[in-house]
């Protein structure tokens, strides 16, 4: 299996350099691709990027950008020359920031090898409707996450990050290649943790998930290759 055969994106999510490093040995860029996201991002700087590119591994840069504007546009285009495979900012900065992202990254593209693909987080996965509720948005999930995916759509990118739950309904709306990236992904054997709007890898894949992003579940467990090999073969052949 190639990386690019394998939908699964493996969460970093440490800011202990042992237990990262004990993690990273035992997984191959054949097998996965890897997220860097805040804690790591924060922790170890972007020449951690660089030297998990080395060791062939496609990186997500997951710092979900949302400021105004002119700062995501910046910050897009930085991310972008770090040459990452995918990157992302919230939808919810709305249409003027996803369009300064997207413009960034295209800009960027120019010099690179090859364009980062560009993606939208609607709502994080674990947000439910008592979240919706205490941030006085009245929508239900479904519809809060179909109107954030409009303004990525609109805007251009290459897809959103959402839960399993709406991939069937993202899919339908916006055609099969916008790219649905679902994190919130357990184990039938797993604890939830904070997430909520969870689904197992086989499940997310029958509804359409194009990526899974899974963390704890894999660097968690005492024998990370093992899992990620066993969700592999779980979902090769759906
Ligand atoms: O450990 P777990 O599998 O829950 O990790 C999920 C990862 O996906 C975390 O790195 C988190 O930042 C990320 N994520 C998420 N929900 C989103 C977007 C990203 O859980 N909507």
Redesign the pocket.
Known sequence: MSSAESKVIV???FEDKVQLHQVISQLKPQHCRL?I???LFTHFGPLWIKTLQQQGFDIFL?L?FHDIPQQVQGACYEAANLGVWMM?VHALGGLAMLQAARSAVDRAAHHLPRKPLLIG???????GEAELAMLGIKSTVDETVLRLATLCYEAGLDGV???AKEVALLKKRFGKDFLC?T????LPEDDK???QR?MTPQMAVQEGSDYL????????AKQPQTVLTHINESIVAL
């Not at 987080?121 to 947000?127: A, Q």
């Not at 992003?213 to 894999?218: L, Q």
């Open positions: 969460a970093l999510d997220k996201g805040i804690t997951d979900k992302n987080v609607t709502l994080l996965t674990s947000s990050v959402c839960s990236v994190p919130g992904i357990r943790h904070d997430q969870v992003v899974i963390g704890r579940s894999i660097t968690h």
